[in-house]
């Protein structure tokens, strides 16, 4: 159960009972309320209830009058100045004035609440809403109230609601003569005014001879609030009175000053409407006066650095930032959420509003907040895990995204809809923050010449083990960026991670290699041999298989059979099933862990189902007695998935990724064309079947459909067809089938061959780092996915962080064998986690020796390539900024030869002609 609001429950038990409590609130069940708070930790009495309740508890007991309720609620710690999350945005003492419950409006006030609490929407106390509530035929339950509330202490009669409607016009307004009578003896003002009418025009107009009954000897002296003064003057615009005000505060409530300037006054407190309404004067003052600048209002539970941020004040931002010099506060304040968990990073770059307003610019309200960086948290999630370079890439400003991003940004970040930030990054940006990942160190000649490659941009935002290449995996399937892939950040990363992954690669290559010459071998040996058609008692053919009984004497490789002392040896036959078995065991093991970690990813593979069935196939010859035609007919599909298998997985490696892409992507291209183009070739084998049926070729239309894919290719046999059947159609629909079939569209399948291997041997480099990045992340998907996540209860978190789906280190700590294998075999995957702590290495590209440095363990090495190609880009770089620079001092000299020539031309003007004496 998860609420907007409040701690949500988080066990059964706990729903159980938090469900209990609404229940019983809802019915005005004394014991069952009880019996629910019994079973309940403390901080569960103040949940909000999601949407369509979105209360509290006490809120539903002081709506629906349950007395005995309310004060059960109180003494088990209820909040009596909580705010329910509807639109009014209502504390329990507003429901409580509006039903005129003097008993509940006694037990509220006597536990805290606030007398003088502003409503959310128009910004009304409870004596307004008392007012505005009266009803004449339940008179006396709204005096009684009325009286509960006048004599507390607190209590402030001449509130103003949003509208400047005092509780007295209000009250006047209503006609209800007992609540004017009894507010102007406790001091409110008459004449208070709303528009220009004040409240004695209502009170003559409604009340005719109210005012001239009262006797204004007895009028008490009206508490001052100067919080209600200062709010007034704020919404006014006031900026000289409300100065005044804060002045005399300094002089005559210097103790309850910090109290005044933080007060709530409905949706807002001063600061937060200031920093709403970009009333930097406003501002300034109420911090100089040492208003909380982290202080958020409890309506909307928004800071002011919030709300600035949202508008795009920087002036005002800039304003809040210098002022808190606790650098514990300040952080605080740049991590402050609302209720949708947006942060002020989030605010800005969602640039919510336009950008006309004067002292609206969000840009340098970035730069501020990144300026202090050390105190963000920049890649926060919000309530659907946007982080903030989410939003800045779906407003699709490059600007800041690049600013995001060059501040450390993390890319590999998915929002709850699975999406990556990097979808709709510009390549030209992304590329030009690889490269301010490339730093570098002295002059490039010298022979300490030092280039560090930081990878902090591919690293996994946590701390904990997650998998490092879904960024790269992107990438590699985008069109625009998969040429970033050759970028020596990415290039190294792969290169590196390739090292510490290939052995994996490698021990599955062998495991399957074994198992393929195995499985090979017992086909051949036992499913293999030579065989005749047996024959029955009468001479008939059984059409059972069978083998020929060879001479002892003669040698079996004469009549093409294996020898019996192989066919014949049992243990050998059942050492053999076992190894197979277990290394089918294994692969099985394999696809199951796949299917498991992304069932959805896995069924749309085809690779998987033919690894599916050569596990399937395996089991069935070697536990399952066929017939020997079935039998050998599934011998021969086995051994051509099983080398099929091997060809793709040899295909994975980079070296042979070219070579594999281009059979697979010439074949789907084939299959697309001939199955467009398979309905004419359909056509002419039932027109052959038709002319060309005393042909023994023919005289079956299956038989014909076969001879004419024969024939597509090329095998034609023309002297073997009929064509004297039908001698003037046969010769024009063979002519047709041979210029259509053969020469058209045969030619156009080579020809689209061609094509294809063309544009794959131009981006074979590409290619090759594609294959790299697909194995990487299938090995890492293996390890790092969570295949017995579906099969728990719960969330597996992880002990240190909270993070769900902390899946190695629940390994990690299971007494489960399985688990922790792959726990310690998916911790060596990972390059972050152990080698890369620092997110960088370090080349020497002028050194002889020792010319690269990844971690300690010194198991690493760089190529040539890559450490010329960073090279490369540092001198890009210095070429660029140089270019840059003396662009600059053009441009400077162009100004200064302009000044002079200006200078000159008034100098000579000023010679030539004088000014007259």
Known sequence: MNGSGGNAPGGDGEDYYTQQMLTAVKEGDKAKLQEALKHLPAKFVNYIYPHPVSATALHIACQKNYVELVAILLEASADPNAKDLKGKKYCPIHHAAQKGNAEILKALLKAGADPNAKEGEFGRTPLHILANSWKETNEDAFKGALEVLLKCKKISVDTVDNNSASQLFMAATKGWKHMVEKLIYKGAKIDSTVGNTTAADIIRQRLPGVLESINFNKVEKPQRYFGDELNSALMNHDFEQFTKLLTEIDISQKQNKQSILDENHGDHTLLTYACDNGLFDFVAQLLKHEANPIHIDETAKTSPMLYAARNGYHNIIELLISSMKDSRNLEKALKQTDLRCETPLHKVVKKEYPMKKEGVDYYRCLQLLLDKKQYLDIDAVDEFDNTPLHYAVLCDDQSFVRMLLLNGAHLGIRNKFGTLAITRIQVSVLEEVLNECIKHKNKVTDSDFEIILHYSLLAPAEAS???????????????????LLRHPIIDTFLFLKWQKIKKYYFF???????????LTAYILIYHGTVSSRAADENGNETGILTPN?????????????????????FLLKCVLQIIIALLAFY??????????????????RLENWLEISIIVLTAILLFIPLDDGPQKSLSAWLVLFSWTEFILLLGRLPYFAVYITMFTKVTFNFLKLILMFSFLIFAFSISFYLVFQINEHFNLYHLALLKTIAMTTGELEYTELPLSTFSGSSHLLFVLFVFLIVLVLMNLLNGLAVSDIHKIEQDAEIVSYISRVELISYIESVFLGSPFKRFLPGPITCCENDAEDCYLVTCGQSHNPARKLLHWMGKRTLMFHSCLRDHRITMYPNRCTHRWHVCDCHSFCIEEKQIEAAKDVVLEKENSAANRHLSGLENRLEEVVSAIALLTEKVNQHVLCPSPQ
């Not at 083990?465 to 040429?483: G, V």
């Not at 599955?508 to 195995?518: P, R, S, W």
């Not at 692969?587 to 749309?604: D, P």
Request: a negative charge.
């Open 549 to 569: 009984l060879t001479n002892d004497s003669q040698p079996a490789n004469d009549t093409g059979e294996v020898p019996d002392n192989l066919t014949n040896n």
């Open 465 to 483: 083990q997650q998998p490092e290449t879904e960024c790269l995996r992107f990438l590699s399937e985008s069109q625009k960026h998969k040429r």
């Open 508 to 518: 599955n290559i062998i495991a399957y290699t074994v198992f393929l010459i195995l």
């Open 587 to 604: 692969i099985a093991i394999r696809e199951g862990v796949q299917f498991f970690v992304s069932w959805k990813l896995y069924i749309i």
